[in-house]
């Protein structure tokens, strides 16, 4: 069964770092989404992504953050300059885009810590 | 963000004897809902949807109610089985708006025990 791949599954930064979170959405699917947890709160949505641009960001998502789909699979979010507050886990999820669907499929996650 | 509550962190249930987790939410706007499910260092895995237009949706052991006037969800779960012990998620989303982002609650622990 198709699945969200995410890539690294844990990644441990200094504060003022970049880092790049990787996920590879399901071959077909046309929407791509980045959602955050931090600890002991909600799963929240961060951006939405369709033909190439965003589509929808969150009061979260400021311009230390972007996202890019550099070929046909790949779909990173990069931190540009890391905060504490930044540490969270990391989901990426990608949906089909068939009109009257909304399910979205969520990869295993990225656990980002920032020292 | 209170736009999606569940207000029960935590659900134990007998093997076998029905499993109901709650959701309320308080956007009008919101036209589809959707439950996860979602192990310890996994992601969350999509489980069963519901449009507003409907008031019920059955998949297996799972059955999703919505009742719009209340503004309030359910997922059943009959019989429960120890494999679904997991974070359980309500999500909802208002399509007419957003290309599909989900606001979520902060989720339902269910422990079921044989």
């Known amino acids: 069964e198709p699945e969200v791949t995410q890539t690294p599954s844990h990644q441990v930064t200094q504060m003022g770092q970049e880092v790049i979170l990787r996920c590879v959405p399901i071959s077909n699917h046309l929407y791509f989404y980045w959602y955050r947890q931090i600890l002991g709160q909600k799963v929240e949505f961060l951006v939405s992504f369709y033909n190439n641009e965003i589509s929808e960001k969150s009061e979260i998502f400021d311009d230390q953050f972007s996202v890019e789909r550099p070929d046909g699979s790949n779909f990173t979010l990069k931190i540009r300059s890391t905060k504490l507050e930044d540490s969270a886990m990391y989901f990426c999820?990608?949906?089909?885009?068939?009109?009257?669907?909304?399910?979205?499929?969520f990869g295993p996650g990225t656990r980002l810590t920032v020292l | 963000d209170q736009q999606v509550k569940q207000n029960s962190p935590s659900l134990s249930v007998q093997e076998g004897r029905i499993s109901i987790l709650n959701c309320d939410y308080t956007n009008s706007m919101f036209d589809y809902f959707l439950w996860y499910k979602k192990y310890p260092a996994e992601g969350p895995t999509f489980l069963i949807s519901i449009s507003s237009i409907k008031d019920k949706n059955e998949d297996g052991r799972f059955t999703v109610f919505l009742n719009k006037s209340a503004k309030h969800l359910s997922l059943h779960i009959v019989p429960s089985q120890p494999g679904d012990s997991a974070v359980y998620f309500c999500a909802a989303s208002d399509r007419g708006s957003t290309l599909g982002r989900l606001y979520f609650g902060r989720g339902t622990q269910l422990t079921v025990w044989p």
């Open positions: 999820a990608s949906s089909p885009g068939l009109a009257g669907v909304n399910e979205q499929f």
